[in-house]
């Protein structure tokens, strides 16, 4: 969706809906979330050239997803930690918690201290 936003930002309202309740409460309302994508670390996902992502790690009603964007200026890590939602009206669905940025070659930036060193260790 983001790499089909528009001048709207409709692609970005799209991956906003997949935010979870806690994640929009910090990052919205949704023109603060698309400056927010359109500006810094977030913004190669508006225009990468290609893309690797492993599948998710599940435990319990977290997942947790390495993503890495490449363009021809940059290269990045990010994870996404989803979140199986619990309460109506989003219950039983996987929603975005955190996009973290981990910069390629080892330095942890944005990265919440639960999240493991073997996960960081693949990108």
């Known amino acids: 969706a ?5 001048a709207a930002d ?5 991956v906003y809906r997949f935010a979870s309740p806690t994640n929009r409460a910090q990052t919205g309302p949704l023109p ?3 400056n927010m994508i359109k500006r ?3 913004a190669l996902m508006l225009n990468y050239e290609s893309l690797e992502f492993d599948e998710a790690e599940i435990v ?4 947790r997803v390495r993503v ?3 363009n021809q200026y940059q290269k990045l890590g990010y994870f996404f930690i989803l979140t199986r939602q619990t309460e109506a009206p989003y219950k039983d669905c ?3 918690d955190i996009v973290g940025v981990v910069q390629i070659g080892g330095t942890l930036a ?10 960081y260790a693949k990108l």
């Open 2 to 6: 983001l790499r089909n936003n528009d």
């Open 10 to 14: 409709n692609g970005i309202a799209v």
């Open 32 to 34: 603060r979330f698309a």
């Open 40 to 42: 810094g670390p977030y």
């Open 60 to 63: 319990g009603n977290q997942a």
């Open 68 to 70: 890495v964007l490449v």
């Open 94 to 96: 996987w929603m975005t």
């Open 110 to 119: 944005l990265a919440p201290a639960s999240t493991s060193q073997s996960f």
